[in-house]
């Protein structure tokens, strides 16, 4: 019986060795495995912060980009103002033209003798006019 004793000790033994060998193959493939994935989080840590550099040199030249768009849109609307006070001018000239038309048209009909007479020389002076041109 102690024989027994013995054998199932050497079986302890061995299984006990045998155990460990396969922790230390199984640790040293871990040891790779981390080793590996060390590197590959290292190169994705380059690649985020030339990501981030990149990113911040995109967003300075949006913002300058902006600021150039904001610009001329300010210039633009200054052009805009000064178009509108042109068409305001003009209508204001077509009212002004409207008002003498009317004038002329009443006065001419209230003197018809005078609106002719006026006719004739108004033609006299543009003949007058386009004789001292040519």
Do not use: C
Request: without cysteine.
């Amino acid at each position: 019986m102690e024989i027994m004793l013995y054998i199932a000790a050497l079986i302890a033994a061995v299984s006990f060795a045998v155990l460990v060998i396969y922790m230390a193959i199984t640790l040293k493939a871990a040891k790779q495995t981390l080793n590996n994935v060390a590197g590959t989080l290292e190169g994705l840590e380059e690649q985020m912060q030339g990501i981030t550099t990149e990113t911040t040199q995109l967003l300075n030249k949006t913002n300058k980009l902006a600021d150039d768009i904001n610009q001329k849109s300010s210039k633009l609307d200054g052009l805009f103002e000064g178009a509108r006070g042109i068409g305001d001018t003009v209508k204001d000239f077509n009212h002004s033209l409207k008002q003498l038309s009317s004038s002329i048209s009443r006065t001419a009909t209230q003197n018809p003798e005078k609106a002719s007479q006026a006719v004739k020389w108004g033609a006299a002076m543009m003949d007058l006019w386009k004789r001292k041109n040519k």
